[in-house]
């Protein structure tokens, strides 16, 4: 299947800085990613959809202006956490698809730690 | 909307035996239906999907699923379970008809799935 390499795995950063996470399609043009969070054994929960030279779709309750994302290139989505707060610790995960797929594949997901 | 519920927390199951987990969905036109496995603090990993056609799908690593129209169920199986499937799977639906132009999957809960030696 088709690879979505994530950086970082882990990050800890303390209050009140930002934090960005990338999210790469290796093999394959991603036309549409989107950004998850996931709570303790707890199910994927959306925060948003980009496409390519779009800007991001962000679920109900999402802040926008919190959750930064840039789909810059067919490859390449970021997301960055802007003033973070211990509340934004969580395991963030890509998933991207590319044009005319059926499946979307997964990145290894960011545990954020907020001290 | 769509919605996808997976009535189980956890299963557990030793070794050898056969490993069912149940999914079953809600969609206002056809779906897309996913099984994804994802391991302590990993992302998930694809593991098969139902499109169209037979209704029998098989995936990754000897798992397989039976799209079930009448029941509105897609149950993931195995037919003898390694302790190395030890995992949490997560069933997923994309609802062509839903008018979502993104192609956005509605998750399960998940089902955390033990294999004892």
């Known amino acids: 299947g088709a690879v979505v390499s994530q950086h970082p795995s882990r990050v800890i950063c303390k209050s009140g800085t930002s934090v960005k996470i990338e999210c790469r399609s290796l093999?394959?043009?991603?036309?549409?990613m989107f950004w998850y969070r996931q709570f303790p054994k707890q199910s994927l929960m959306l925060m948003a959809t980009s496409n390519e030279g779009s800007k991001a779709t962000y679920e109900q309750g999402v802040e926008k202006d919190k959750f930064l994302i840039n789909h810059a290139s067919l490859t390449l989505s970021t997301l960055t956490v802007t003033s973070a707060h211990p509340e934004d610790s969580s395991f963030y995960i890509c998933?991207?698809?590319?044009?005319?797929?059926?499946?979307?594949?997964f990145g290894q997901g960011t545990r954020l730690t907020v001290v | 909307a769509q919605s996808v519920a997976q009535p189980e927390d956890q299963v557990n199951v030793a070794e050898g035996n056969p490993l069912t987990v149940k999914c079953t969905y809600s969609v206002s036109g056809n779906p897309y239906l996913f099984w994804y496995v994802q391991y302590p603090n990993r992302g998930l990993q694809f593991l098969l999907k139902y499109i169209t056609g037979d209704n029998l799908v098989k995936g990754s690593y000897g798992f397989e699923a039976e799209f079930n129209k009448s029941q509105t169920s897609f149950h993931l199986k195995k037919p003898s379970a390694l302790v190395s499937d030890s995992a949490l799977y997560f069933c997923a639906v994309r609802d062509l008809a839903g008018g979502d132009s993104w192609g956005k999957l509605q998750f399960g809960a998940g089902t955390q799935v033990v294999v004892t030696p």
């Open positions: 093999d394959f043009q991603a036309t549409t």
């Open positions: 998933s991207a698809r590319g044009r005319g797929g059926t499946e979307a594949f």
